[in-house]
Each structure stands twice: as structure tokens, then as C-alpha cells.
Nanobody, 115 residues
């Protein structure tokens, strides 16, 4: 079992920044995909940024140049630095991990971008 706990969401004005954190615990050895998804009201959950199984990073086009995913292996934590936030970034952000053969999700953290 893997547990994922997100933190760092909130309300921010357009153009502002937030950093999300996701702490992983449990049977984390062997996790080879770790990253972030988001789901806006009335929309499907979409990939935001992730570390792939070969250690590279992958971003959805709409966040490239604005968001950065990073990880601290010593703390078993993955981060999402979000800059130049836009109203369309408003969503619930979920931490995701894949440890074969299961997908694991955090409880989600709300990010609202509004003036």
C-alpha cells in the first residue's frame, strides 16, 4: 500500500504562485511513475506533470514554462511549483503514483485562481 498526502493548495490571484507538496509513505520502493493530475469542474481528470518510469519529466502543454515538478527522495516528497497562474488552472490537484500493478491517488487539494 502507498499513501499520498497533498498540501499547499489555496486561493491565489492571477499571475501568482503556489507550491504543492505530496508526501508518499508506505510501500514506496519501486514507485516508477510519480506526479500530478488535476480535475476542473465538469471536466475529466488530466495529467499536469509527472516523472516517467525512465526518470524524465512530462508536462501537459498548457503548463509548460510555468509549472515545474521536482522531488526530494530523502523526504519521499514530490513538489509542483506553479508560477504565472491563470484562472483556467483552477482545479482539484491530485498526486498520483504507479506501483505495478496499481495506481494510487491522494485526496486532492483545491487550487483556485481568481481576483
Amino acid at each position: 500500500q502507498v499513501q499520498l498526502v497533498e498540501s499547499g493548495g489555496g486561493l491565489v490571484q492571477p499571475g501568482g504562485s503556489l507550491r504543492l507538496s505530496c508526501a508518499a509513505s508506505g510501500s514506496i520502493f519501486g514507485i516508477n511513475v510519480l506526479g500530478w493530475y488535476r480535475q476542473a469542474p465538469g471536466k475529466e481528470r488530466e495529467l499536469v506533470a509527472t516523472f516517467t518510469s525512465v526518470g524524465s519529466t512530462n508536462y501537459t502543454d498548457s503548463v509548460k514554462g510555468r509549472f515545474t515538478i521536482s522531488r526530494d527522495n530523502a523526504r519521499n516528497t514530490v513538489y509542483l511549483q506553479m508560477n504565472s497562474l491563470k484562472p483556467e488552472d483552477t482545479a482539484v490537484y491530485y498526486c498520483h503514483a504507479y506501483l505495478s500493478p496499481r495506481h494510487y491517488w491522494g485526496q486532492g487539494t483545491q487550487v483556485t485562481v481568481s481576483s
